[in-house]
């Protein structure tokens, strides 16, 4: 049976071919998301204007809203999915999509309604005024109105990883997002003329995510062997279990909103509009930058959970040091360009002349300790994988809100820094939360029991 050879690999195959299989299909997946989000603000930037590229930049937080509740629901279905293959529970298994599809319409709808009637007020929480301010709210409305879109797809992308079915997963989820790539400087020189080129941008955005919902739907009514769409309703069975493991994926979503709130909040603070503009630029680099480890983390997900349900304690050790060290040498790619050429990198979203050049030296700040994240990111899957969702959420706080926004509030004012505390503050929480994070897994698995349970 194909599962059953999925599972056999996921139990037996060796950790470091595992990873390769498992990462290189979900981190380049990941990268063409990651690529279509930042070629909004690229495209907008160099065919629109630096304004309305800030006013994405702004705007982008905000979508992380629908993205907390398919996060929630799918990585909360993905973890109990994949333990309940290591059980070989297939009566879990067949709940698992029905119940999905049932929450993510509920979400879908509140989420579509409370964000298109508080889009202005929700903006201004940010920060953002004048132009930036009126070209956000016309942008967010139209990405609003794609919630339940969105919301599905990504969210049962996330089962269809949990399964261990990575290239399957790669190959629905990068279509939608290759069709957005080619969709928006079209969308933009047809539509800028009549004053709606940044509004292209997300027209062509809401398109690809309904075409990427409608492939991800036939999927498992038609393709899907082991997963099925079958009788939709949510399961009170299965929701505690989800909801314990998908709230510290919700919160890595929404807290991301919070977060980067506060930092356009403060820079609007200390440098005006010119701060936003460029912490926008390198926020949107550096959630790419986040992308390809994410990538990584969806490929170690099913392996741990997996593992963990088979009780095989030892192996799911070897594989979060395989995983974490992958995710490190990855890293480079992206931080060896940022301190060797940042003003290059920030030209990419920003072509007004000088402003770039402004911002290299706070840049390279912010980037300094991105190298040291593969081992927070590995360690958040791990802990969601085997459903120890408070020590996830607790890693998720810290970096989010309990570190952070002190050291964003109170940096700027020592010394003098001024905005330079605010890029400070992002490097410094990472810094700090990587040890924290070392000891939370260190200890996690000296109580993980001596020895395992032989795999059937």
Request: aromatic fraction near 10%; proline fraction near 3%.
């Given at each position: 049976?194909?599962?059953?050879?999925?599972?056999?690999?996921l139990?037996?195959?060796?950790?470091?071919?595992?990873?390769?299989?498992?990462?290189?299909p979900?981190v380049?997946?990941?990268?063409?998301?990651?690529?279509y989000?930042?070629?909004?603000?690229?495209?907008v930037?160099?065919?629109?204007?630096?304004?309305?590229?800030?006013?994405?930049?702004?705007?982008?937080?905000?979508?992380?809203?629908?993205?907390?509740?398919?996060?929630?629901?799918?990585?909360?279905?993905?973890?109990?999915?994949?333990?309940a293959?290591?059980?070989k529970?297939?009566?879990?298994?067949?709940?698992?999509?029905g119940?999905?599809?049932?929450?993510?319409?509920?979400?879908?709808?509140?989420?579509t309604?409370?964000?298109?009637?508080?889009?202005?007020?929700?903006?201004?929480?940010?920060?953002a005024?004048?132009?930036?301010?009126?070209?956000?709210?016309?942008?967010l409305?139209?990405?609003?109105?794609?919630?339940l879109?969105?919301?599905?797809?990504?969210?049962?992308?996330?089962?269809?990883?949990?399964?261990?079915?990575?290239?399957?997963?790669?190959s629905?989820?990068?279509?939608?997002?290759?069709?957005?790539?080619?969709?928006?400087?079209?969308?933009?020189?047809?539509?800028?003329p009549?004053?709606?080129?940044?509004?292209a941008?997300?027209?062509?955005?809401?398109?690809?995510?309904?075409?990427?919902?409608?492939?991800?739907?036939?999927?498992?009514?038609?393709?899907?062997?082991?997963?099925?769409?079958?009788?939709?309703?949510?399961?009170?069975?299965?929701?505690?279990q989800?909801?314990?493991?998908?709230?510290?994926?919700?919160l890595?979503?929404?807290?991301?909103?919070v977060?980067?709130?506060?930092?356009?909040?403060?820079?609007?603070?200390?440098?005006?509009?010119?701060?936003?503009?460029?912490?926008?630029?390198?926020l949107?680099?550096?959630?790419?930058?986040?992308?390809?480890?994410?990538?990584?983390s969806q490929?170690?997900?099913?392996a741990?959970?997996?593992?963990?349900?088979?009780?095989?304690?030892?192996?799911v050790?070897?594989?979060?040091?395989?995983?974490?060290?992958?995710?490190?040498?990855?890293?480079?790619?992206?931080?060896?360009?940022?301190?060797?050429?940042?003003?290059?990198?920030?030209s990419?979203?920003i072509?007004?002349?000088?402003?770039?050049?402004?911002?290299?030296?706070?840049?390279?700040?912010?980037?300094?300790?991105?190298?040291?994240?593969?081992?927070f990111?590995?360690?958040?899957?791990?802990?969601?994988?085997?459903?120890?969702?408070?020590?996830?959420?607790?890693?998720?706080?810290?970096?989010?809100?309990?570190?952070?926004?002190?050291?964003?509030?109170?940096?700027?004012k020592?010394?003098?820094m001024?905005?330079?505390?605010?890029?400070?503050?992002?490097?410094?929480?990472d810094?700090?939360?990587?040890?924290?994070?070392?000891?939370m897994?260190t200890?996690?698995?000296?109580?993980?029991?001596?020895?395992?349970?032989?795999?059937?």
């Amino acid at each position: 049976m194909k599962q059953l050879d999925t599972r056999t690999k996921l139990l037996t195959q060796s950790p470091f071919s595992l990873m390769i299989e498992l990462s290189i299909p979900a981190v380049l997946g990941m990268v063409v998301v990651g690529l279509y989000n930042m070629m909004d603000s690229i495209f907008v930037g160099q065919m629109v204007g630096a304004a309305q590229m800030g006013a994405i930049s702004v705007s982008y937080p905000f979508t992380l809203i629908n993205a907390g509740s398919a996060a929630m629901i799918g990585v909360g279905s993905a973890s109990v999915l994949s333990r309940a293959i290591g059980k070989k529970d297939k009566d879990t298994v067949k709940k698992i999509m029905g119940n999905l599809v049932a929450m993510i319409a509920i979400l879908s709808l509140i989420y579509t309604i409370v964000g298109t009637i508080f889009t202005r007020p929700l903006l201004l929480l940010a920060g953002a005024k004048g132009d930036l301010l009126n070209y956000a709210e016309r942008y967010l409305r139209i990405i609003f109105t794609g919630s339940l879109f969105v919301n599905f797809f990504q969210s049962a992308n996330m089962v269809i990883r949990g399964e261990g079915q990575l290239k399957k997963a790669m190959s629905i989820i990068s279509s939608g997002a290759i069709l957005n790539i080619l969709l928006d400087p079209i969308f933009i020189m047809v539509l800028k003329p009549f004053g709606l080129g940044m509004e292209a941008a997300a027209y062509a955005t809401v398109f690809s995510q309904f075409v990427q919902a409608i492939i991800t739907w036939w999927y498992f009514k038609n393709k899907s062997v082991y997963v099925k769409i079958e009788k939709i309703k949510v399961d009170s069975s299965l929701m505690p279990q989800i909801l314990s493991v998908g709230i510290s994926a919700l919160l890595m979503q929404v807290l991301t909103l919070v977060q980067q709130t506060v930092i356009f909040r403060v820079a609007s603070s200390y440098g005006g509009e010119t701060a936003q503009i460029l912490l926008g630029a390198a926020l949107r680099f550096w959630n790419f930058a986040f992308v390809p480890l994410w990538g990584i983390s969806q490929g170690f997900q099913p392996a741990a959970g997996t593992n963990f349900g088979a009780k095989d304690y030892n192996r799911v050790k070897k594989l979060t040091y395989t995983f974490i060290t992958a995710a490190t040498v990855l890293s480079l790619l992206f931080f060896i360009p940022v301190e060797l050429f940042p003003e290059k990198v920030l030209s990419m979203f920003i072509t007004t002349p000088g402003v770039a050049a402004s911002g290299t030296t706070n840049f390279r700040i912010m980037f300094s300790t991105y190298i040291l994240q593969g081992s927070f990111i590995i360690a958040v899957t791990l802990f969601q994988s085997i459903g120890k969702a408070k020590k996830a959420t607790w890693l998720v706080l810290l970096r989010q809100i309990i570190l952070f926004i002190p050291l964003a509030i109170l940096l700027p004012k020592v010394s003098g820094m001024g905005i330079c505390g605010v890029w400070l503050a992002i490097a410094l929480t990472d810094a700090i939360l990587v040890v924290i994070t070392a000891t939370m897994t260190t200890t996690e698995f000296r109580h993980f029991p001596k020895n395992s349970i032989c795999k059937q």
